[in-house]
């Protein structure tokens, strides 16, 4: 019962808190705005619904930073120089439950453009399947090394581990599921080489079926929302398709064990002050989650674990520890909230605007958002990273509706319930 009480109370916050959100959005949208323009011989006046202008600046917003991230996507990876040799590279590869998949990453590192490049793949010690294809694919190819977690029951203590078993100056970490192109590592190394700490490159799920062309579909709003935070100096660095420095890596004490170890990395990244340098124009893939229930879970998790970033980024505040750097992690991390949150007061602006017979409203969003997919799935698709998208990419309007009922569900459930376990996505395939 005790684990009951706290569950239901959650489910019944979420609906209240949705149902408020929209209230409070069809309310406020419904209220009158004017504007006089005094000029020389008359005077106009401008009314127009809250609704209406709320619409135009958040599709401004969306045209904005998706032509922002169509530009990079399609920008020249000459300006990158390629170093196709040089100091010893170790590429690790935490893996948990991913026997199935596994062999994706491995093949496609050793296919890298890199010399030399060691792969060593961390296992957890209560996973034998996992540890037993791992294992096998050490003794069957050179350069590849099967570690045990020697600090088993996290991603990041599992990279940790490999960093301190390997005395290399620079260091990569993928997923077990990702595909790597051979130029990527040379095109990480070329930026090292210089002046940036940590090169992150883009991953993207395969968009090879409805489900899973969603899941490339949010992954293209979420980067393109990141472009107008990335001009405060803000680079997401995560715990994949990421190459950095091992004097990068022990300044920010390596990563945290926390549920999204990557995000919280990140942040600890800025507020180093550590050179990041995002490259989407260098794109990697990965399997996308294959069932809706997968594609919510995993994302439920990367929001209940920001959230747990922000606690603990807030406890720091309290406690003074913090700079202009760590007041700006804050800001970004309650930002990307509230602003996910803000999406269920604009949809019931938009559905008033809808019932009020102003659809030109929805199809403006809807087109510039599609477009922004399309434009990214065209590079993508180019350079043979994906086949093409699925009808499902017109569903990517509903997607902004989700984030926010997401959003308050992972700020409730953290609250509550969370017991501090994580949902484990099937990489299998349907």
Not at 227 to 236: I, P, R, W, Y
Not at 326 to 347: D, N
Not at 369 to 392: Q, Y
Request: hydrophobic share 45%; charged share 20%; glycine share 8%.
């Amino acid at each position: 019962m005790i684990s009951i009480v706290p569950r239901a109370v959650e489910h019944g916050a979420t609906a209240v808190g949705v149902l408020t959100l929209l209230v409070f959005g069809f309310a406020q949208g419904r209220e009158i705005q004017q504007y006089s323009l005094d000029l020389l011989v008359v005077s106009v006046q401008v009314v127009f619904l809250d609704a209406l202008s709320s619409m135009a600046v958040f599709t401004c917003f969306v045209a904005v930073t998706g032509l922002l991230l169509v530009r990079e996507v399609w920008s020249s990876r000459d300006a990158i120089e390629p170093v196709t040799d040089g100091p010893r590279l170790t590429a690790v590869v935490p893996v948990y439950r991913d026997h199935d998949v596994l062999e994706t990453s491995v093949e496609s590192l050793r296919e890298s453009a890199y010399d030399p490049l060691e792969i060593v793949i961390v296992a957890e010690p209560n996973d034998a399947p996992t540890l037993d294809r791992a294992r096998e694919l050490a003794s069957a190819y050179d350069r590849v090394e099967c570690l045990v977690n020697g600090s088993p029951g996290s991603k990041a203590g599992a990279i940790n581990y490999a960093v301190r078993e390997t005395d290399a100056e620079y260091i990569a970490v993928f997923d077990a599921d990702e595909s790597v192109t051979p130029a990527f590592l040379p095109r990480a190394m070329g930026a090292l080489r210089g002046d940036v700490d940590v090169f992150q490159g883009r991953r993207i799920p395969r968009p090879n079926g409805v489900i899973e062309t969603i899941a490339y579909c949010e992954r293209v709003v979420f980067h393109a929302s990141y472009k107008l935070v990335e001009l405060s100096g803000f680079a997401n660095c995560r715990s994949s398709s990421t190459v950095l420095t091992r004097e990068a890596f022990d300044r920010v004490g390596g990563y945290d064990d926390m549920l999204t170890e990557d995000l919280d990395f990140a942040h600890n990244c800025y507020r180093e002050g550590l050179t990041v340098r995002q490259a989407r124009q260098c794109t990697n893939t990965m399997e996308a989650p294959h069932t809706l229930r997968d594609l919510w879970g995993q994302r439920k998790r990367w929001r209940v674990g920001q959230i747990e970033v922000l606690h603990a980024t807030a406890l720091e505040l309290l406690s003074g520890d913090l700079d202009r750097r760590g007041l700006v992690s804050i800001g970004r991390m309650c930002s990307s909230m509230f602003g996910c949150l803000f999406t269920l007061a604009l949809t019931s602006k938009l559905l008033l605007l809808l019932v009020l017979g102003v659809e030109s409203a929805f199809l403006a969003l809807a087109t510039i958002l599609v477009a922004t997919i399309v434009g990214v799935a065209w590079r993508d698709a180019s350079d043979g990273r994906i086949d093409g998208l699925h009808w499902s990419v017109l569903l990517a309007p509903l997607l902004y509706p989700a984030f926010g009922v997401l959003t308050l569900k992972s700020l409730l459930e953290y609250g509550l319930s969370w017991d501090g376990t994580w949902y484990h996505v099937d990489k299998t395939g349907s």
